[in-house]
């Protein structure tokens, strides 16, 4: 008895004609995803059986219920076709559940789309206004470019009629067939233009953005609508002063939505073009000093006005009154408003650069904002603002926030610091004290070509070079984890060792230390598991160096070097076999091998200090000279060159290549030895072509080797501007025929000005041998904003082979 009354209960609950809400309660009801799934499923199977009936009254009512279930996520496309059949009834009920219907289940790619075509022709020119709208919404938001084809010259009446209500849901209608079918805009331009006469904000608010859009679609058009700046300038002011429509006041602000609207196409009227610029500059001044920000509202209008000042032609003190207003906008409590104040000072910085410095002390106040993206905003903005001026005090400013600044913002903040240190250094002294701070506080967060940098700036300030070793021997012995750190006061002490034992040194307090501290502290660096491999062959390589600069300890630096003979490492045995072998065979040229290296030449070839160095043949070419300018008898010289790389001495047999080499020639084996250092001169390097070239980012094509059914191709991305490219990635596609397979970038960062570069290989295997043709998207972040392009490849450089 008790089974019979719940199954009668269950019938009851999920009966065909149970109302939409006792569905909802019931579903609602379900404990479990399981028993949910049932009752849907039951209620399915029940909205169908009733859908192959005939008319009985209850067809939008199964709708409206398999509408709910379509919102849940759950298989809805059963009810297509009843969404057409409904369209077509003339009761206005189930008229709208399936206009609704329509615009959730289907959509352009849906060949049921086209059934409904006829019906809302004939709905827009229904005698019911309410019909008539049903039609037009539904045609805005799921029409496909036949649909909008067959129906813009409805739309264009429609746009004429004498309605408020209609000509509102017209133009917005409107407004998706040009974006759909662009060629349609001129139909539209007549009837848009008529539309700014209308008081009416629904009106007036569609047209304004149906204005925007062939305003942005034809060029023509945009010339055509700069004639009536003066009408919208009178409307705005109408906004401003004198409350055109109270019923849409928000907060105080009249009409909020549709002045962001009208500024935004005054905006695009106003660029690039003088006259329309001057007819809006008294507006704009108005706007932006009439305008309360202290509501959400006012901010919103202030900020399109911002906007619009700085991309039009406007005066000078106009664009002051913009940076200004955004200065305020860094006072705001709420993060979001103080967000895209930085991101719009970001953009403006390089051209009204003094503008935006006025502001630098709030800029820096935001450095400590606990929300991340702020954060991130205001460290670009402030990397943007460091000047020859202003150097010394943001840079204060820069590392005190490096001390504290979160690990995902540390490598950025290195490399600006780095950067802005290197343009505007006021002095040598304060860019190594900078630098060294840096690797002090973030040194696992450098990029790897700090260190060769730093080492260039030392070289080149010969009167530091005491100081310096003084100050890197103290970071060296006071901690040994940081890496970089280490590896430049290694090369320092390998250089400057006699400086760091004489113990004079003016620029700081004199320290005396012995031979046995340095030989400790590089000692401790060899042994230690801190120690990179690339660590220890600077400490090894200094250890070495200094057996020509000190006089007491050279047999223990002798018992150094020879312990990492039998090292597992293998760069590090190769080091300290050669080293053996200067102690033991070459002693007489061991002070000549080991003496201090010259000033290392920025712009000497192969010194990349982050650029783009001179390719492989200029750097062969320095080093032949440099082998050609020896004495012309080389004699025990060469050969004992020859010995420390492991020859023979005896002659070389002559290799196959034939290389014609500056100088007088030689058939000895140094001769040999000249020719096999030249032999690299005469592969020239693969041409490259040049595939993409936007907002200072250059992405260049190589072809490396090419194969009748195979290529290998290198992707090269440099940057120009003055920050760096970050989040970059390259995808490709190809012709379904062609296997591709890209290998893992060099990096996602590209420095600025040109410091670096990033590289990418692509293998393309094309065993039917189809024409190849490859497309590349590019993604990457610059100054906050995401950039993202295709590219069409069609041809590629043959290989330099």
Known sequence: ?????????????????????????????????????????????????????????????????????????????????????????????????????????????????????????????????????????????????????????????????????????????????????????????????????EKNHGVLHGAVVLITELCERNPDTLEQFRKVVPELVQIMKGLVMSGYSPEHNVAGISDPFLQVRILRLLR?????????????????????????????????????????????????GLRVLAVNILGRFLLNNDRNIRYISMTSLQKIVQTDHNAVQRHRGTIVDCLKDQDASVKRRALELSLALVSAVNIRSLMKELLLFLSSCPPELRAHTTSGIFNAAERYAPSQRWHIDTILHVLTTAGGDVRDETVPNLIQLITTATELHCYTVHKLYRALITDISVQSLVQVA????????DLLLRGECEETEPVQVTEDDVLDALETVLQSHMSSPATRGFALTATMKLSTRITHNVDRIRSIVSIYGSCIDVELQQRAVEYNALFKKYDHMRAAVLERMPVIDKSSPGHTNGESAGGIKELEQTKLTQEVVLPKDPGNQVCDLLDLLGGSGEPVPSSGLSH????????????????????????????????????????????????????????????????DITSLTLQAAVPKSVQLQMKAPSGDVIPARGLGLVTQTVLLNNPNKVSLKMRVRVCYSSQGAVCQDTVQIDSFPSPAW
């Open 660 to 723: 014609t080499v500056p100088g007088p020639a030689t058939s000895t084996s140094g001769g040999d030895l000249l020719d096999l250092l030249g032999g690299l001169d005469v592969s020239p390097a693969p041409p490259s072509v040049k595939v993409y070239e936007k907002n200072g980012v250059t992405l260049k094509l190589q072809t490396d080797s090419q194969t009748d059914t195979g290529m290998t191709i290198t992707l090269t991305a440099t940057n120009s501007t003055d920050g």
């Open 490 to 497: 290694c090369w320092c002490i390998g250089e400057y060792g």
């Open 1 to 197: 008895m008790v089974m019979n009354i719940s199954m009668s209960c269950s019938t009851r609950a999920m009966s065909p004609s149970v109302r939409l809400q006792e569905m909802i309660r019931v579903i609602r009801g379900a404990r479990t995803q399981g028993e949910e799934r049932g009752v849907i499923q039951r209620e399915c199977a029940a909205i169908r059986a009733q859908f192959r009936q005939a008319d009985n009254g209850t067809r939008s009512h199964n709708l409206a219920k398999l509408l709910y279930v379509h919102m849940l996520g759950y298989p809805a496309h059963f009810g297509q076709m009843e969404c057409v059949r409904l369209i077509a009834s003339p009761r206005y009920n189930e008229k709208r559940v399936g206009y609704l219907g329509a615009m959730m289940l289907l959509d352009e790619k849906q060949d049921a789309s086209l059934l409904i075509t006829n019906s809302i022709k004939n709905d827009l020119s229904h005698n019911s206004q309410y019909v008539q709208s049903l039609a037009l919404c539904t045609l805005a938001c799921m029409g496909s470019a036949e649909m909008c084809r067959d129906l813009a010259p409805e739309i264009d009446r429609l746009l004429r009629a004498s309605n408020s209500y209609i000509k509102k849901k017209a133009a917005l209608c409107a407004v998706h067939i040009v974006r759909k079918v662009p060629d349609l805009g001129e139909l539209f331009t007549p009837a848009a233009r008529s539309l700014l006469c």
């Open 268 to 316: 695009i009227l106003g660029r690039n073009n003088d006259t329309a610029s001057d007819a809006m500059n008294d507006l704009l001044a108005q706007v932006a000093t009439n305008t309360d920000s202290s509501k959400t509202a006012g901010s919103a209008v202030l900020y399109e006005t911002v906007l619009t000042v700085m991309d039009i032609k406007s005066e000078s």
